[in-house]
Every structure is written in structure tokens, then in C-alpha cells.
């Protein structure tokens, strides 16, 4: 609910908005947070690919060019990571785990494959190893900063 002021009781109304403020997982100061630690991760991989040369779009780059769907870093030239080639890549400042892999697989990485061919997706925060089904299909997966 966004407009707690639509219900019509006034202490249900108020602690309907209470509730929502004090959410711990998906309240508007948590999205904000999660929305802050996402930035500041793309950050850092944006810095550790420049330091290496790395030529690359951002995601207000790419929108600015007209594209709808994009990966955080689209890199210029591909480049290689363990024996794959990587075109793209999505940062997440977070544990990939099975149910959050499957929503970004079926929301953002499947798009961005079938746009820019292979990419790489880092869960800066590690990931379980099931997830590592999809290499072979063009998506590979890191969780290390170092690996970046």
C-alpha cells in the first residue's frame, strides 16, 4: 500500500504506515539502502575495470543510446574470463541464491544475452554453486571482488 491516508480509520490508517516504515525487508528505508550498497558496488566494478584499461558503456550510456534493457558494464571490446568470452556484465551487492538467480535470469539476464551474447553476472556477496548450471549457455557467474 502507498497511500496509508486512504484508509478511512485514522489509528489503522497510522499504524498500517507505521508497519510499512518499520518493514526490516522490504520497507521504503531498506529499498533505499539496498538501492545505495547497488550503487556503490557498480562503482567499484566500474573503477576496477577502468584501472585495467577496459574500455565499457554504463547504464545511462547505453539508455542515452537508446537502449531499453542494459546490464550495468556492456564492455567495448569482449574479454575472456576463465575460458569465456564476456560482453557484458551485471553487478549484484548481494548472495545469489536459487529463487533470486531464477527472477534475474528470467527479468534481465536472458534479455541481455539474447542482445549482447555472453555475459557475466558478479554476486559480490558469493552465490550457491547450483547456480553455475548456466555457463554453458553463455551466463557465467563470480563472486569475488578479486575476480573482477
Not at 577502468?50 to 565499457?56: I, S
Not at 538467480?101 to 556477496?125: A, C, E
Request: charged residues 30%.
Amino acid at each position: 500500500m502507498k497511500d496509508t491516508s486512504l484508509i478511512e480509520d485514522s489509528v489503522l490508517s497510522f499504524e498500517v504506515q507505521q508497519c510499512i516504515l518499520n518493514d526490516a525487508n522490504y520497507g521504503p528505508l531498506v529499498d533505499n539502502i539496498k538501492h545505495s550498497v547497488g550503487a556503490e558496488y557498480e562503482f567499484i566494478l566500474q573503477e576496477k575495470l577502468h584501472n585495467r584499461g577496459l574500455a565499457f558503456l554504463g547504464e545511462d550510456d547505453m539508455r542515452s543510446r537508446g537502449y531499453d534493457k542494459t546490464p550495468d558494464i556492456k564492455l567495448e571490446v569482449p574479454i575472456a574470463v576463465d575460458g569465456y568470452v564476456v560482453n557484458w556484465v551485471e553487478s549484484k551487492a548481494s548472495f545469489g541464491d536459487e529463487y533470486s538467480h531464477s527472477t534475474y535470469l528470467k527479468d534481465q539476464f536472458w534479455s541481455y544475452q539474447n542482445r549482447f551474447g555472453p555475459g557475466m553476472v558478479i554476486y559480490w556477496f558469493g552465490y550457491i554453486d547450483e547456480l553455475d548450471v548456466h555457463r554453458n549457455r553463455e551466463i557465467g557467474r563470480a563472486s569475488c571482488r578479486e575476480r573482477v
